[in-house]
């Protein structure tokens, strides 16, 4: 069965650095774009940033030139580098991954990582 593992979420200061990652492991055949969403209290989830499998990158404008994604393929492994933290950058960060398993090609979700930014 397939699954991602979240790790790197914490309580910090605005202005600080918190670096999250995320695992996929499982019975995968390929794994495409892979990305963090993030959910504040009483907001909708939305998009921070996607990776493409070739390497293709997107991001929310309220983080471009702050926050950086990238992705290992060899350790099937996705991670958010969060610079310049601000309070409103406070959320639940969730992994996404698009994977082709034995079960077929699905999207699949982690558990949620709370990034907290105090001022």
């Known amino acids: 069965q397939v699954q991602l593992v979240e790790s790197g979420g914490g309580l910090v200061q605005a202005g600080g650095s918190l670096r999250l990652s995320c695992a996929a492991s499982?019975?995968?055949?390929?794994?495409?774009?892979m990305g963090w969403y993030r959910q504040a209290p009483g907001k909708q989830r939305e998009l921070v940033a996607r990776?493409?499998?070739?390497?293709?990158?997107d991001y929310a404008d309220s983080v471009k030139g702050r926050f950086t994604i990238s992705r290992d393929n060899a350790k099937s492994t996705v991670y958010l580098q969060m610079d310049s933290l601000k309070r409103e950058d406070t959320a639940v960060y969730y992994c996404?991954?698009?994977?082709?398993?034995?079960?077929?090609?699905?999207?699949?979700w982690g558990q949620g990582t709370q990034v907290t930014v105090s001022s």
């Open positions: 996404n991954a698009d994977i082709y398993s034995d079960r077929g090609r699905r999207d699949y």
């Open positions: 499982g019975r995968m055949f390929s794994i495409y774009a």
């Open positions: 990776v493409t499998s070739s390497g293709h990158t």
